[in-house]
C-alpha cells in the first residue's frame, strides 16, 4: 500500500525544516493512523515523513545525538537533543547514522532516513520515511538526575549529603560509559563506581 499525502500540520512542516531542510511529503500526523499505518497501529504519536530512502538528516540546530538501536515496530531509532527548544526528538526507521553518539552542528548530516519495507531495522512501515517524535525537556539529563538521586542518598559523609554537580556527573558517565546512562541507571556496579567517586554511596536504584 503506498503512502498517501496528509495536509501537514504546523508541526509537520517544523520538522520538514529542523530535520530535512523541507524535504518531503508528510504521510501521518499524530492522531488516528490513516489507511496506510493501519496495519501496525490504530493511533500514531508521532509525524511520518515520506523521502528517499538515505535522505541525508540535517538538523538545522546544534545538538547532540544518539544511536539507540532497533527498538520493535520502530526499527532503527536515535534520540536528538535540541538545546535551544530543551526538547529530545526520536527519529525512526533509519538506515544508518554517521556515529553511535556525540555533537552536531547546523546543517551536519547525522544519518540517512530509511524504511524500505523488508529490510533489516526498518520497522513496521510500508514505504520509505522518517518517523519523528519529541518530548520535552533532556532526556540524558533526566536520566542524570535519577542517578544523582541515587548516588546521594545515605551519603557516608556524617550530617551533610556530598554536593554532586550535574555537570561534573554527565561528564565522568560519559567518558566512564560512553553516554549510555539508560545502562549506567539499570547497572548496580556502575552505579557504585560513580557513587564512589563523588562520596555517595547507592540507597536505591
Known amino acids: 500500500m503506498a503512502f498517501q499525502a496528509q495536509k501537514p500540520s504546523d508541526l509537520g512542516l517544523q520538522l520538514k525544516t529542523l530535520f530535512l531542510k523541507g524535504q518531503g511529503v508528510v504521510t501521518q500526523n499524530p492522531g488516528p493512523a490513516v489507511s496506510s499505518t493501519r496495519q501496525f497501529y490504530s493511533t500514531h504519536k508521532g509525524t511520518d515523513i515520506g523521502v528517499p530512502d538515505r535522505t541525508p ?24 537533543y535540541n538545546p535551544q527548544e530543551d526538547r529530545t526528538y526520536y527519529l525512526s526507521h533509519l538506515s544508518g547514522m554517521n556515529a553511535p553518539t556525540g ?22 512501515t510500508t514505504g520509505p520515511h522518517l518517523d519523528v517524535e519529541s518530548e520535552q525537556g533532556n532526556t540524558f539529563a533526566k536520566l ?6 541515587s548516588v546521594s542518598k545515605n551519603s557516608p559523609v556524617s550530617g ?25 541507571s539499570r547497572n ?3 552505579l557504585n563506581s560513580l557513587a564512589q567517586k563523588y562520596g555517595g554511596r547507592v540507597f536505591k536504584i
Open 57 to 80: 538528516i540535517t538538523p538545522n540546530f546544534a545538538g547532540q545525538y544518539k544511536s539507540l538501536g532497533v527498538q520493535g515496530g520502530y526499527g532503527n531509532r536515535a534520540a536528538v
Open 103 to 124: 555533537n552536531f552542528q547546523p546543517g551536519e548530516s547525522i544519518g540517512y532516513t530509511g524504511g524500505t519495507k523488508g529490510r533489516y531495522g526498518s520497522g513496521n
Open 144 to 149: 542524570l538526575s535519577g542517578i544523582i538521586k
Open 160 to 184: 551533610r549529603q556530598p554536593k554532586l554537580d550535574l555537570s561534573q556527573m554527565f561528564g565522568s558517565a560519559r567518558q566512564k560509559y560512553g553516554d549510555s546512562l539508560r545502562a549506567i
Open 188 to 190: 548496580p556496579n556502575k
